[in-house]
């Protein structure tokens, strides 16, 4: 079956987002499961359905890279067919790219491990959290790699206070550019902002090297254009 990129991965409609969850039905599994989205023609894709394989493969590359640039790492991750414009798997994405960055300058890092970890937290954050919770998925996906890098628990002192304020330095970043949502756009900001936090706080000399430029916005039906930092025009 050959899925849409943005909209409705089935049929490409537009989404409608409800103010109170309900039981929904996953058009694809079948499983039962609260959301507050669905597609103007009643499809509910869940969230394991929606990342799929295409996560997988983003990971694999995301093991075997060398560079230390995080927003480089996550273009090569997102340009992976199967990644939607849109989505929860980005909210893997972006931590993923953060600690593949981290590990290429030089931290300690066990990575499969580190990545399963930063796999299962962030599959814990729902699409359309930016919206629902307040809070995008992009920092927190940020804020999960820096945890997962740092082994932090509710109970440290310098990293529990560090991960918490690098998480809001991302929020703030994002925030800064208004809405709607994107994904991409969310996505380098978070990492612009993890990686200046992290070369300050850290010493890892992870850094973006120069503005990343968007690919994807004919794909994103509420694109900013140029209001976008990121948009290629």
């Known amino acids: 079956m050959e899925y849409h990129a943005t909209g409705c991965i089935l049929c490409g409609s537009p989404l409608k ?3 109170v969850q309900r039981m929904q039905e996953c058009s694809l599994c079948h499983r039962q499961v609260l959301s507050n989205a ?8 869940c969230d394991r359905c929606h990342a799929g394989a295409a996560v997988d493969i983003s990971l694999d590359i995301c093991m075997k890279s060398i560079s230390t640039d995080p927003a480089e790492i996550l273009t090569a991750l997102m340009s992976v067919s199967g990644i939607h414009m849109h989505g929860p798997e980005h909210h893997v994405l972006v931590g993923s790219a953060l600690l593949a960055a981290c590990r290429n300058a030089g ?7 580190a990545i399963q970890e930063l796999r299962n937290r962030a599959g814990m954050v ?7 919770w307040g809070t ?14 740092h082994k932090t628990s509710p109970l440290s002192e310098e990293y529990w206070a560090l991960g918490n304020k690098l998480t809001s330095e991302c929020l703030s970043a ?3 550019h208004g809405g709607p949502r994107c994904c991409k756009r969310d996505g ?10 992290i070369r300050k706080h850290d010493g ?6 120069k503005k990343p430029v968007c690919i994807f916005n004919q794909n994103n039906h509420q694109c900013l254009g140029k209001k976008c930092p990121y948009h290629k025009g």
């Open 17 to 19: 987002y409800f103010d």
């Open 38 to 45: 669905c597609c103007e023609e009643g499809h509910f894709i």
């Open 107 to 113: 931290a300690e890092i066990d990575m499969p491990k």
């Open 126 to 132: 729902p699409g359309g959290a930016c919206g629902a």
């Open 136 to 149: 995008c998925g992009a920092a927190v996906s940020c804020g999960i790699a820096y945890s997962v890098l």
């Open 174 to 176: 994002i925030a800064k």
């Open 188 to 197: 380098y900001s978070a990492l612009i902002a993890a990686s200046d936090f």
């Open 204 to 209: 890892i000399k992870i850094k973006v090297a």
